[in-house]
């Protein structure tokens, strides 16, 4: 399924303030809230941007919070907010830890989810990470990859078109309980998170997408070149849209320290750098701009969603 145009390189973004790594977020952010997050998301939806994503995290354990930090916006509630504000965005969850939850919670959240916001969810999951949340809510941690696999099938029924879904696996078993509203796609898209072996497998064989995770520009091609190998032998059809998150950006001439990483300069300048991952195969990319407010950040989005975008 491919939920994207094509003959485009499509941008999308992880809203900020909603999970604040120290990774990645910026000073701003602490003192923020819903407003800045209602801000944001009307300014990507006017200027063009493919998707807002939000994080996945039931609680995090002391020892990870100094780098992780506690603020973790739950995505089902916070991308059912912003559809309420916007009208064309897509919603993607970057990624949902499917595996933490039963797959007929998961589908009652996330079918209702699409079908409140007229079939703009992309359902993106990935296996976490975090020990401590799957001991908390009893579920296996060392055998979450195969906990998500089963999930993934559970969930191709329960969010499909049927009003009773039925599965019978390892892990799930249910048939008989109807599940009302349905999606309001025929079929929502699932794009698997991660880079590792097993994840790129996972999205090769079960994905109608792909969502690398920590992998640089260099690393890509080898990748993807893997997944459509796998997919190939898997005998699976149908596109599958690649995607890939970028370094970080700035539109312009910064006049402050964005960081030795930070790709800078005018809109044909960055342009030119971003094309290479069309060039790659890669369908989509997730932006995140250097600022130290909400307005540098709103500016920021505009001079990409003006000035960059259509040179992508």
């Known amino acids: 399924m491919q939920v994207l145009p094509e003959g485009r390189l499509e941008y999308g973004m992880q809203l900020p303030v909603q999970s604040q790594s120290t990774l990645y977020t910026e000073e701003w952010e602490a003192d923020a809230g819903p407003g800045d997050l209602a801000a944001i998301a009307g300014a990507a939806d006017r200027l063009g941007f493919a998707y807002l994503a939000s994080c996945d995290h039931v609680g995090i354990p002391r020892r990870l919070a100094p780098a992780m930090s506690t603020v973790w916006y739950d995505p089902v509630a916070t991308l059912a907010f912003l559809a309420g504000i916007t009208e064309r965005v897509r919603l993607l969850s970057h990624v949902a830890v499917v595996g933490l939850r039963h797959p007929l919670l998961t589908a009652k959240q996330y079918a209702t989810l699409d079908h409140l916001s007229g079939g703009r969810l992309v359902l993106g999951v990935g296996a976490g990470?975090?020990?401590?949340?799957?001991?908390?809510?009893?579920?296996?941690?060392?055998?979450?990859g195969a906990v998500l696999d089963e999930c993934v099938d559970a969930l191709r029924a329960t969010l499909g078109p049927d009003e009773y879904p039925v599965?019978?696996?390892?892990?799930?078993?249910?048939?008989?309980l109807g599940q009302r509203p349905r999606p309001a796609q025929e079929r929502?898209?699932?794009?698997?998170?991660?880079?590792?072996?097993?994840?790129?497998?996972?999205?090769?064989?079960?994905?109608?997408?792909?969502l690398p995770q920590g992998d640089p520009r260099e690393r890509l091609p080898e990748q993807i070149a893997t997944v459509r190998?796998?997919?190939?032998?898997?005998?699976v059809g149908g596109p599958l849209t690649v995607g890939a998150i970028?370094?970080?950006?700035?539109?312009?001439?910064?006049?402050?320290?964005?960081?030795?990483?930070?790709?800078?300069?005018g809109p044909d300048e960055l342009a030119e750098s971003l094309r290479e991952y069309g060039a790659m195969g890669v369908?989509?990319?997730?932006?995140?701009?250097?600022?130290?407010?909400?307005?540098?950040?709103?500016?920021?989005?505009?001079?990409?969603?003006?000035?960059?975008?259509?040179?992508?």
Do not use: C, N
């Open 167 to 176: 599965h019978h696996g390892k892990l799930y078993d249910f048939e008989g």
């Open 188 to 210: 929502v898209p699932v794009w698997v998170g991660g880079s590792s072996p097993a994840a790129v497998r996972r999205a090769a064989v079960k994905g109608d997408g792909w």
């Open 246 to 265: 970028t370094e970080p950006l700035y539109v312009g001439r910064p006049q402050w320290s964005v960081g030795r990483r930070t790709l800078s300069g």
């Open 229 to 235: 190998r796998l997919r190939e032998e898997a005998g």
């Open 283 to 312: 369908h989509q990319i997730q932006v995140r701009f250097r600022s130290r407010s909400r307005g540098e950040l709103i500016d920021q989005m505009t001079a990409f969603g003006t000035d960059v975008a259509p040179h992508l």
């Open 129 to 144: 990470h975090v020990r401590e949340e799957f001991e908390a809510l009893g579920v296996d941690f060392e055998r979450r």
